[in-house]
């Protein structure tokens, strides 16, 4: 007997299935049972539900560059099935189909951790600020003026200097 | 009983990548190497006893004792070509480089201790980016290939050993209701989420929208009630079950302490055990952590890493049951 699956090498590995009680018989060669085995046992990971996604948002026809990723070259068909990006510009190129999917697994669309000093830049300064005013608001309820003072002052110094960055 | 019998190890994995090279599953031998490179020179500027192992260097009995030692992925191990890792003498930091992103800073530790393993990560990621350009982007963090690390690029895991909840048939149904709290749960040898050994490992599943110190906060929250858990299972079968518990523990130093050949699958639901009966009180001969130890040991790799070539599974069970015999009386 032949192989179901290739048609070609001798079938020697007999699988029965019994899914609601529908019995089903498939009589495959060594290397497609291994092949089949190997989507059996495939973990159901993040990045295999990301790719899976990715291919089921057929709503999604905003436009992609016509050549890949500008910088690196990488096609959009290659990043969804890879589900790899090719370089740190490829999530740009791609962002209006890959947004809506990091949004949905992720459950945010936005960074809030921690942020590197020298690659992070004024958004570094930026988000301090913005720590240091809640702080204040704080400080000014609890009636802990001095600290109040104190936190102006850095706020009005990290302004400033954001300004002379400008 | 101490936490510390029950999350054996933590972990805090952070993924990075620069900002002026392709990923790794697009890059040309020279610039992996390139890659490397700059990496070793970041960190040698600071610390100097950190040392740089190529993964072409190593056979394929060295790396998967690696892996078994948690040293490096097995994403890692795939890398034969570009892959390399810096490792800290304490065997506490590992940097991997060209894995899945071009930086992968992994930080162990023993028991209950993500928030030292992140203050660790955070110190040695602030190293590398004095001299690295990291690719981030102010609205989504750091970025990596796979968008299902983008953000903090931060998985924080913990390594449980849950002996009492799995043989009271409790773990999957506790480990399902955990799964729904966005955390993933995982068997630490073994297959999928089957778990051999009764070793769990969980960590967070999303890495965007919350700080890190969030996220392993969260991680530690859902331990700690695994702990009570297990806890009070441990008790309630010392009240219920001392004498058929008694009975297994008795039984399983009995086949370790004697059997001539055994496989690494027998070998880890007996050590678990004999673990769980020792920190029950049950079983005082041997000692919880020491068993761990063993655990790792007895991993089919690292039985041939010892003997320094590969040998057949018969010859291994017969050495494995050779080194629990010599070790479980050596602890005696």
């Not at chain 1, 899976?52 to 050549?67: G, R, S, W």
């Not at chain 2, 924080?156 to 009492?164: D, T």
Request: charged share 25%.
């Amino acid at each position: 007997m032949l192989c179901n699956e290739c048609g070609k090498n001798e079938a020697n590995v007999h699988v029965t299935h019994i899914i609601n009680g529908k019995k089903t018989e498939s009589h495959l060669c060594e290397e497609c049972a291994k092949k089949n085995q190997a989507i059996l046992n495939s973990s159901f990971s993040m990045e295999n539900l990301f790719s899976a996604m990715l291919n089921n948002a057929f709503n999604n026809k905003t436009a992609l560059p016509a050549k890949g990723c500008p910088n690196c070259g990488m096609t959009y068909d290659t990043f969804r099935s890879t589900g790899k990006f090719g370089c740190s510009h490829c999530i740009d190129s791609f962002k209006t189909r890959v947004m809506p999917v990091i949004k949905s697994i992720q459950g945010y669309d936005r960074h809030t951790g921690k942020i590197p000093k020298r690659a992070g830049g004024s958004y570094r300064v930026q988000m301090d600020i913005e720590k240091m005013k809640n702080d204040l608001r704080n400080a000014v309820e609890c009636e802990k003026y001095e600290l109040a003072a104190e936190l102006r002052d850095k706020i009005h110094e990290l302004e400033n200097k954001l300004k002379g960055d400008e | 009983m101490e936490n510390n019998d029950i999350v054996i190890t933590s972990r805090v994995r952070l993924a990075r990548n620069l900002k002026n090279y392709k990923f790794p599953i697009n890059m040309t031998q020279e610039e992996t190497i390139s890659v490397i490179n700059e990496i070793e020179d970041a960190i040698n500027k600071h610390d100097k006893n950190y040392k740089l192992t190529y993964m072409k260097d190593l056979s394929d009995v060295q790396t998967n004792s690696l892996i078994e030692n948690h040293i490096i992925s097995p994403a890692l191990a795939k890398k034969r070509d570009g892959g390399a890792f810096l490792l800290s003498p304490d065997q506490k930091v590992s940097v991997m480089i060209n894995e899945e992103d071009h930086i992968r800073i992994q930080t162990l530790g023993d028991g209950l201790s993500l928030k030292e393993c992140w203050d660790l990560s955070n110190n040695v990621d602030d190293i590398l980016e004095e001299s690295i350009d990291y690719a981030f982007d102010s609205e989504l963090g750091y970025i990596t290939s796979c968008p299902t690390n983008i953000g903090t690029g931060m998985r924080a895991s913990v390594m449980l050993h849950l002996p009492a909840l799995s043989i009271t048939n409790q773990s999957d149904k506790l480990l399902y209701g955990i799964s729904q709290l966005g955390v993933a749960v995982r068997g630490v040898y073994g297959e999928g989420t089957k778990s051999i050994g009764h070793l769990y490992q969980i960590s967070n599943q999303g890495t965007l929208g919350a700080p890190e110190e969030i996220l392993i906060d969260k991680i530690i929250q859902i331990t700690m009630q695994i702990i009570e858990k297990e806890k009070s299972t441990r008790e309630h079968l010392m009240k219920n079950n001392h004498d058929e518990l008694e009975d297994d523990f008795y039984r399983a130093y009995g086949l370790l302490t004697n059997a001539r050949k055994i496989s690494a699958d027998e070998a880890m639901k007996l050590l678990s055990l004999i673990k769980l009966g020792s920190e029950m009180g049950i079983t005082p001969m041997v000692k919880g952590k020491n068993i761990y130890e063993l655990m790792i040991e007895i991993q089919p790799n690292n039985i041939s890493a010892v003997e320094e070539t590969e040998i057949s599974p018969k010859e291994r069970d017969k050495k494995r049951a050779e080194i629990i015999r010599r070790e479980l009386l050596r602890l005696n």
